[in-house]
């Protein structure tokens, strides 16, 4: 019904800088919120940063180096990543949290994306 394609990720040194990118698509009515999250080996499934509404959050390891930022009209949702640190390594995850329609009626439902690799290494 709904698909969280996300792209963007790769290989980069410390110090150096990534945008995810993830564009859902399909039945969607409408987008209460997006989000990342990253899942680093041997570890649990951590937020990132949200945008529910143009308010967003951070996790405090991520404050002032990320950036959520969502393209309302296009369902899409970025993550500016600077000054990476290798901590920084995961999986990271596109998240939304929709309206989606169902004949005459809409269903509130939450996806996420396959994920995409963020290593930082020098």
């Known amino acids: 019904q709904v698909q969280l394609v996300e792209s963007g990720g790769g290989l980069v040194q410390p110090g150096g800088s990534l945008r995810l990118s993830c564009v859902a698509s399909?039945?969607?009515?409408?987008?209460?919120?997006m989000a990342w999250y990253r899942q680093a080996p041997e570890k649990q499934r951590e937020l990132v940063a949200a945008?529910?509404?143009?308010?967003?959050n951070y996790r405090d390891s991520v404050k002032g180096r990320f950036t959520i930022s969502r393209d309302n009209a296009k369902n899409t949702v970025y993550l500016q990543m600077n000054s990476l640190k290798p901590e920084d390594t995961a999986v990271y995850y596109c998240?939304?949290?929709?309206?989606?329609?169902?004949?005459?009626?809409?269903?509130?439902?939450?996806?996420w994306g396959q994920g995409t690799q963020v290593t930082v290494s020098s």
């Open positions: 998240y939304a949290d929709v309206f989606i329609a169902a004949g005459v009626y809409r269903r509130r439902d939450d996806y």
């Open positions: 399909g039945n969607i009515f409408s987008v209460n919120g």
């Open positions: 945008d529910y509404g143009g308010s967003t």
